[in-house]
């Protein structure tokens, strides 16, 4: 027989368990209630208009005296990062000795239509950065920026070098039109003012959309077939839905933020060219003198690895680092192998940094 010809009764078998095992697993789901996000204890410490700061509560005596700054992108809900017990970057970071904090930037809504990056990284990050420091007697914080958040991050940080004790970027843009890049190809003929103009804020289904059309067959049909196999384990089924969840939970797009980033950086790859303005500002990567820890997956189908790579060549630091984790741009956060690695790594590289730190 042929190797791909296909037997009409064993088809009609695996028909039959395929039902068998879809109907159990609906019973599964019957008894799920709401899906619960986010593990680790927090408490809001500043508030300003969407934006909330959190600070993570410390799980050892004696944390690291300059605290991690989370900055995530705009894109998603940052409680990726702190999923569940188990799949928890954040948690991690606690137990290797880090005093975390993370900026939720919120849901914008039709009254954050002007909001530029100016505002986002001058403003609401400079402040975040500001209260920290304020509520730690300290000048400078380590930051890790994720994504887009990495990023705001290499941009706050060539203004303001001076608040930045070290630097760390998590699946980062930095050059925007390699070729592996298929997000930049396909945005490069957008009509980004008619966009905007017409729509005000963006949609986050839009743009979520956009995002599972880069994988449609994987994201959009194969996963849901996956998800047959175990859906009777209850524990399997909320682990697959939180990350349904987080998937879905798009926020809109500040529209003038929206129209710089994608003209600026995706279209016009201004960031490698120091020329991005934010406000009267000039972003001079050649600024960003503090050490830099670069983490990029191998297998990234968002941000390749040759988008974040380049990062070494423009900034002003020669204390560079990169870090290679073999995986995926979801699987950097909540992998098991993310767990068992990425924490740890990051909290040695930030104590061996933070030797000579000064607290008053």
Same mark, same amino acid.
């Given at each position: 027989?042929?190797?791909?010809?296909?037997?009409?009764?064993?088809?009609?078998?695996?028909?039959?368990?395929?039902?068998?095992?879809?109907?159990?697993?609906?019973?599964?789901?019957?008894?799920?209630?709401?899906?619960?996000?986010?593990?680790?204890?927090?408490?809001?410490?500043?508030?300003?208009?969407?934006?909330?700061?959190?600070?993570?509560?410390?799980?050892?005596?004696?944390?690291?005296?300059?605290?991690?700054?989370?900055?995530?992108?705009?894109?998603?809900?940052?409680?990726?990062?702190?999923?569940?017990?188990?799949?928890?970057?954040?948690?991690?970071?606690?137990?290797?000795?880090?005093?975390?904090? /993370?900026?939720? &930037?919120?849901?914008?809504?039709?009254? $954050?239509?002007?909001?530029?990056?100016?505002?986002? @990284?001058? +403003?609401? !990050?400079?402040?975040?950065?500001?209260?920290?420091?304020?509520?730690?007697?300290?000048?400078?914080?380590?930051?890790?920026?994720?994504?887009?958040?990495?990023?705001?991050?290499?941009?706050?940080?060539?203004?303001?070098?001076?608040?930045?004790?070290?630097?760390?970027?998590?699946?980062?843009?930095?050059?925007?039109?390699?070729?592996?890049?298929? /997000?930049?190809? &396909?945005?490069?003929?957008?009509?980004? $003012?008619?966009?905007?103009?017409?729509?005000?804020? @963006?949609? +986050?289904? !839009?743009?979520?959309?956009?995002?599972?059309?880069?994988?449609?067959?994987?994201?959009?049909?194969?996963?849901?077939?996956?998800?047959?196999?175990?859906?009777?384990?209850?524990?399997?089924?909320?682990?697959?839905?939180?990350?349904?969840?987080?998937?879905?939970?798009?926020?809109?797009?500040?529209?003038?933020?929206?129209?710089?980033?994608?003209?600026?950086?995706?279209?016009?790859?201004?960031?490698?060219?120091?020329?991005?303005?934010?406000?009267?500002?000039?972003?001079?990567?050649?600024?960003?003198?503090?050490?830099?820890?670069?983490?990029?997956?191998?297998?990234?189908?968002?941000?390749?690895?040759?988008?974040?790579?380049?990062?070494?060549?423009?900034?002003?630091?020669?204390?560079?680092?990169?870090?290679?984790?073999?995986?995926?741009?979801?699987?950097?956060?909540?992998?098991?192998?993310?767990?068992?690695?990425?924490?740890?790594?990051?909290?040695?590289?930030?104590?061996?940094?933070?030797?000579?730190?000064?607290?008053?």
């Amino acid at each position: 027989m042929h190797p791909f010809q296909i037997r009409p009764d064993q088809a009609v078998q695996d028909m039959l368990e395929f039902n068998k095992k879809l109907g159990e697993g609906l019973k599964t789901l019957t008894g799920i209630q709401e899906i619960d996000v986010g593990c680790s204890p927090r408490e809001a410490v500043y508030k300003e208009d969407k934006l909330v700061l959190y600070r993570y509560t410390p799980v050892v005596d004696n944390p690291n005296p300059i605290p991690v700054l989370i900055v995530y992108a705009l894109v998603n809900r940052p409680y990726m990062m702190d999923l569940q017990a188990d799949r928890s970057t954040i948690r991690g970071l606690l137990e290797a000795g880090q005093d975390v904090y /993370l900026i939720d &930037w919120g849901y914008p809504d039709g009254a $954050d239509r002007y909001l530029s990056l100016d505002d986002y @990284i001058n +403003g609401y !990050l400079h402040r975040c950065v500001n209260t920290v420091c304020k509520r730690h007697g300290i000048d400078k914080v380590n930051i890790l920026g994720v994504c887009q958040g990495g990023t705001f991050s290499l941009c706050y940080s060539a203004l303001h070098p001076h608040r930045v004790q070290n630097l760390i970027t998590m699946v980062t843009p930095v050059d925007f039109k390699t070729p592996e890049n298929l /997000l930049s190809k &396909w945005v490069q003929e957008l009509d980004i $003012d008619l966009l905007v103009d017409t729509l005000g804020n @963006i949609p +986050g289904e !839009l743009l979520n959309w956009t995002f599972l059309s880069m994988k449609p067959f994987r994201l959009t049909g194969q996963k849901y077939l996956d998800m047959v196999d175990s859906l009777t384990d209850e524990k399997a089924a909320k682990n697959f839905l939180r990350m349904e969840k987080w998937i879905f939970d798009s926020p809109d797009q500040a529209g003038e933020t929206f129209r710089q980033f994608t003209r600026d950086f995706f279209q016009q790859n201004k960031l490698i060219k120091g020329q991005v303005f934010l406000g009267e500002k000039r972003v001079s990567l050649r600024n960003v003198s503090m050490p830099v820890l670069n983490i990029f997956a191998t297998e990234d189908h968002l941000v390749p690895p040759s988008a974040s790579t380049p990062l070494q060549r423009y900034i002003g630091t020669a204390d560079y680092t990169e870090l290679a984790f073999k995986g995926g741009h979801i699987g950097i956060y909540v992998s098991g192998r993310a767990q068992r690695e990425l924490p740890t790594a990051i909290g040695k590289w930030l104590e061996e940094r933070n030797q000579g730190a000064v607290v008053k």
